[in-house]
């Protein structure tokens, strides 16, 4: 029988030597909390977090081909973007099953780079790779590490380590060869918690460092190093979909909240032709944020039901630290998929009552 040792990525002693409880997640052994999920979750909402998500994966697609390839890849149109500029996509099968989520970079005429989720990286890749035409597809995810950070004070305090003008990168936008703490990196304005924020690539060897000194300028401002479960309770309350709960290769974007994704009118993509069918016949089931009425928390799995039967099940729940109140997201028979209609999650073998809301749950306020 052969034992396969969870990954560690170049930040694991420090996270040891923080105090953090560790867990294997998509192969790796990452940290879930250092001190409670609520209290890092609410200092994202009110300060900052800096997150490690090295376990995620990079890859760049460079070449001639490289825009061919990536409007074959993905239903999303990336021909409309400018240097600089990134989107969201699914990435699908030829049936229109999700492959996995992802973002999609244009960071030159010819070189796009993508940012996948941990578990995927390999399938990606792999996927990836067999569909470029002349350009070429580089697995990066060993060479570059990932930081995440997010919160309302995450510019001040990343503006204090790089000398870039922060106020010029707009969201969903991305800067190649930025300097932060000495160290070279690729900077986008993104994230997963439904804050404003930013991801910090950077050399693998190079993250200890830049760990140490964003904490050091950021704990003056209230921030602190937040593990997976904060950034699970964060995702959801944001109403982000999180892939092998909510998406999967058995789910298609019409079913999720994601029809917005798929550009029909840009021409052909893998799985053009499935979604073109069903968006024609209409989609038997759609994705729903729901809010618990009674006192019970709803987990993935749990059994929906609506006037005695079975109407769907929950793929992604918990309680919700900063909206004070249980919610979770899944999937429910069509016709009852609207704001307000009643509901109940069995929880344990007993019914509880929840009605179904607009997501998200939370909406950071803008100035």
């Known amino acids: 029988m052969v034992t396969t040792h969870p990954k560690h990525t170049s930040l694991f002693a420090l996270h040891r030597a923080a105090g953090a409880r560790m867990i294997e997640f998509g192969g790796w052994e990452m940290p879930v ?17 800096l997150f490690d998500v090295s376990h995620m994966g990079e890859i760049e697609i460079t070449g001639p081909g490289a825009l061919e390839s990536v409007q074959r890849l993905i239903p999303n149109d ?55 035409r002349n350009a070429v597809a580089d697995n ?35 800067a190649d060869g930025v300097t932060v703490a000495s160290r070279r990196c690729l900077l986008s304005r993104t994230g997963y918690t439904g804050e404003d924020g930013f991801e910090i690539a950077c050399a693998w060897d190079d993250a200890p460092a830049l760990w140490t000194a964003l904490l050091e300028v950021g704990r003056r401002h209230g ?30 974007p019409l079913e999720a909240p994601l029809a917005w994704t798929v550009k029909i009118e840009k021409g052909d993509f893998i799985g053009r032709d499935a979604l073109l069918a069903q968006k024609a016949r209409g989609v038997d089931r759609k994705f729903a944020g729901f809010e618990m009425i009674d006192r019970a928390i709803p987990r993935q799995g749990y059994e929906l039901q609506a006037d005695g039967r079975r109407v769907g099940r929950v793929t992604s729940g918990t309680f919700g630290p900063w909206v004070n109140k249980s919610i979770g997201m899944g999937y429910v028979q069509r016709a009852m998929g609207q704001p307000g209609a009643p509901l109940h999650v069995e929880v344990r073998g007993r019914l509880h009552t929840a ?8 909406r950071r306020a803008t100035s």
């Open 33 to 49: 909390q250092y001190t409670s999920i609520v209290e890092e979750h609410r200092s994202v909402r009110t300060a900052a977090g």
């Open 78 to 132: 990336a021909s409309r973007l400018a240097v600089g500029q990134g989107l969201y996509s699914p990435m699908c099968t030829p049936t229109g099953g999700i492959i996995d989520d992802l973002t999609v970079f244009r960071l030159g005429d010819q070189r796009f780079y993508f940012v996948v989720n941990a578990a995927r990286v390999e399938v990606d890749f792999k996927w990836i790779a067999e569909h470029t």
């Open 140 to 174: 990066r995810s060993a060479d570059l590490a990932l930081l995440a950070l997010q919160g309302p004070r995450a510019a001040e305090i990343l503006q204090a380590l790089t000398p870039a003008d922060l106020s010029a990168l707009a969201y969903f936008h991305a």
């Open 223 to 252: 921030a602190v190093p937040v593990g997976l479960g904060a950034r699970d309770t964060l995702r959801l309350e944001a109403g982000y979909m999180l892939y092998g709960n909510d998406i999967d290769e058995t789910t298609s």
């Open 355 to 362: 009605r179904i809301v607009k997501l998200p749950f939370y």
